[in-house]
């Protein structure tokens, strides 16, 4: 079999090209899982670790769990596809204001309404102080009233989905055993989802996301599907159209109020 690859930056230039190599039909990937799990020949790159071992998984990865817009709409996608729900963090990472995603984890976006303009009005809630924890592990980060930030957000995410605790996994450990950079390990991601889950993510085009598509996460997928023959599933979570619209990193507005009331218990 010849496998059609374009190079890389034909993917980057041409945003449908991008989509339609990456990603693949909501529906058609449920199918494709079913039938490359009961495909006997098919074997993954690596060995598939114990919290994905029997299958069926809808994975999403984020530097910490918290129950943004952008989540929601995963567990949303994963219950109408009847997957499991496996949100993978990596608690080591580190912080980095630079970040949009992770700038989000320390002055949390609460989403109030749409103007008479029709613009997002989207309030914000400062909770860390950004200048003594910027390039630190995001497990060392405090919140202003001393709880580590890790904990601060599962906390606000298990109030959202209190059954969820046991599909949360911190994967800083597994990832590392693969080398210390994204480069290194991002093969491994990218294999958990040939045959036992698929990815619920969006890979992004714009100038702050291109360097980690471009130079991570697109050889990556070209080295996985050339070893296998297979694309990794991935389906896009969130429309193309409006993927890294700051809606998806910010919260229901009465979640401020919660946040505030920990801040002043404390």
Sequence with gaps: MTLKIPDIETLISNHKAFDDFVYTPVREAVIELHRRWEDKTIITPIEIPSFIKDGFKAIHYMSLVTPNYGIRRYICVADALDLQPLILEQKDDKFTSNNDWKHALGQLPFYKNINGGGNQIIEHLNIIDFPKYDGRPLSEVLTFWKQPLTDFHQELFLKTYPGLQENIHDVSDWVHSFGSTPREY?????????????????????????????????????????????????????????????????????????????????
């Design 186 to 266: 991002y093969p491994a991601f990218l294999s958990l989802i040939i045959k036992h889950g698929i990815q619920l993510e969006n890979f992004m085009l714009g100038r702050k996301e291109l360097w980690f598509t471009k130079e991570v996460f697109l050889p990556a997928f070209i080295e996985i599907y050339k070893k296998t023959g297979l694309k990794p599933l991935i389906v896009a979570l969130e429309p193309t159209e409006i993927e890294g619209d700051k809606f998806w990193l910010s919260h229901p507005i009465n979640d401020k109020h919660w946040v505030i009331k920990k801040m002043i218990q404390y």
